[in-house]
């Protein structure tokens, strides 16, 4: 018993100082920052500029912390982005008026595009069985050119004005409305992994996927419904996009999957599934960008993001192997 | 007495391979019976269908005398027989309370209830009792069960059948991956199982485990019942007989 205790004690520090390491990195990051930059950086109007970068990815990555704790990996949420903000952009044009109920219809045809599509890739894993990683890779190359096809392959930039002042660019108690919405995202999607029969079933077919059908859990059922919640909450970034920059931007998606996997891993989620968080994913979607505010104010060249990000990613999952491997 | 569960001339076919050939078993109240046999004599294919993986192509399944269809384990399930499965079924990244309640998760009452918040607390004393009615200590029921040692692990998912199952519990292998010390806690675990009232089948190559712990042993071989034992029958000698197919009842 003595040499068990022992071996709780560790995995509990493992847990904790696991959980921690990435808030401490960040909080370090932003030291640093502050130390060297303080007058520009330790400012308001920084942070609000922090959140807004963060927002969209966020509500990304939530739900490919659901994903990739199933031991799966979604490589379409960029794709998916662009479909459901082109798609709310061809409705809203087609109904032709710039109010509220327009920009409405708008929201619910991204969040219905996105979900429609997960539902796709929720098909091709669970029923179909092909491997996530080629299942959503398939679907990345087809959400993506059937989006250029819908389009024409030219931006649309006919969201009504509502969208981008209220949503795109307004203030709610001082903050940006898209830091409101990613942040109730979060919370919702943080508790219910945490404290849910549905978060709980995530976490078993992740970790045991056979034992959790041994005990009836309809695992196929359940991932379905995974990659469901992660194509809806791509379609709800699709119109967020749509809202802050006032425009499809097409192109401008094609690595948004692997920062959002990055985010994840740095968060702490780990690829072999059954572990994870989503409050320590929104910690890791922070790091890269208060590293692109901060790069730039500190007079350095933006590219050492990409390079500071890649060295924290696979940290990440160095220390998540080593502490596998120590509880072995 | 009437057998708690029994198979009565069970045929059962996998294309042209007839892996039960009118097979017959049974398992009384309140025993542990062994069900013994080599490698392909149908041990596993007879306890798929008494646990409702597979139908039966001919013959039935009783349970209290009177015959039922299980069309799947969780019909079994609802008349109370669980099976621990060789690979246990747990979750390695959550804890024994998660594991014990696997889909069967107790939810909070009120809204919190209707919106999937799992009770936390009750789950988790619950999981306690049960594990202290059995004797089974753990450092704490929040373990992940990667953190436990293989014993615990077979525990905690003898534990949980035992928590769901009123009539019967099926052990497949419980002792094969263990060491000595925990093949033997496991061992004492079937018997307090017993003193609980339940039944125990135990699928087994084991023989001094069988003769330990088991009250009956019957015998596989060729997809047909070809021995019964108990009492003073019970031996090394003619266990091994029959399972080699060197002995055979004409009346089994």
Known sequence: ?328 | MEAVLEARGVVKRFGRIEALRGTNFEVRPGEVVALLGDNGAGKSTLVKTLCGVHTPDEGEVLVDGKPVTFNSPSDAQAMGIEVVYQDLALAPDLDSAANVFLNRELLRGGLAGKLGVLNFGEMRRRTEKALEDMQVKLPSVSVRMDALSGGQRQSVAVVRAIMWADRLVVMDEPTAALGVEQQKAVLRLIKRVRETGRSVILISHNVPDVLEVADRAEVLRHGRRTARFEGDQMTTENLVGAITGALIQEDA
């Open chain 1, 1 to 328: 018993m003595a040499v068990l205790a022992e071996e709780t004690t560790r995995d509990r520090l493992y847990n904790f100082t696991s959980r921690f390491q990435i808030f401490i990195i960040l909080i370090l990051i932003v030291a640093v920052f502050s130390a060297l930059r303080f007058d520009s950086f330790a400012t308001f109007a920084n942070f609000r500029n922090v959140l807004v970068q963060a927002a969209i990815f966020s509500v990304m990555a939530v739900g490919a912390t659901y994903v990739i704790i199933t031991k799966g990996v979604d490589l379409s949420v960029g794709s998916i982005l662009v479909f459901s903000g082109v798609a709310a952009a061809k409705v809203m044009e087609a109904l032709g008026d710039q109010g509220w109920p327009i920009a409405i219809v708008g929201i619910i045809v991204a969040c219905l595009s996105g979900l429609m599509w997960g539902i796709v890739n929720g098909l091709l894993v669970a029923k179909a069985k092909v491997p996530p990683l080629i299942a959503t890779l398939g679907t990345m190359g087809i959400i993506q050119g059937l989006a250029l096809i819908l389009s024409g392959g030219i931006d649309l930039k006919d969201a009504p004005y509502v969208l981008g002042d209220v949503i795109g660019f307004g203030s709610f108690l001082g903050l940006p409305v898209l830091a409101w919405i990613a942040a109730a995202v979060i919370i919702i999607g943080g508790v219910v992994l945490k404290i849910t029969k549905f978060g709980r079933h995530t976490f078993a077919v992740g970790s045991n996927s056979h034992a959790a059908l041994e005990m009836g859990i309809n695992t196929e059922r359940h991932l379905i419904k995974v990659y469901a919640l992660a194509g809806f909450l791509a379609g709800l970034a699709g119109i967020l996009s749509l809202a802050r920059f006032g425009s499809t931007t097409i192109s401008g998606h094609a690595t948004d999957n692997l920062q959002v996997i990055a985010a994840v891993v740095i968060g702490g989620t780990s690829l072999f599934g059954g572990v994870g968080s989503v409050f320590t994913t929104a910690v890791g979607v922070f790091i890269p960008a208060v590293l692109t505010t901060g790069l730039v104010m500190v007079g350095a060249q933006s590219f050492w993001r990409d390079v500071l990000v890649g060295m924290v990613l696979i940290g990440a999952v160095y220390f998540d192997q080593i502490g596998r491997q120590s509880k072995k």
